[in-house]
């Protein structure tokens, strides 16, 4: 959740737990859809992937895998 009270990554169901490394790489464990996604890349800091574009891969990843 952000500061301002609103959900991270809408797409992602609320026990959605992360970690974020260098160039852009992330892990989502989604015990809600029994699943863990990660994003490795070797992207450099200017381009910098959102909290958005995050969430809509999450939102796309739950439609096509459980539906959601």
Sequence with gaps: ????GKWLWPGAP???FAAAGHNNNR???IPEWRMVVVRLG???A???ITDET???FL???GKA???R
């Excluded at 959740?1 to 301002?4: E, F, L, P």
């Design 1 to 4: 959740m952000k500061a301002d």
């Design 14 to 16: 609320a026990g959605v």
């Design 27 to 29: 892990l989502f464990v």
């Design 42 to 44: 070797l992207d450099q």
């Design 46 to 48: 200017e381009r910098k």
């Design 54 to 56: 995050y969430g809509e």
């Design 59 to 61: 939102r796309l990843i």
């Design 65 to 67: 895998a459980v539906g």
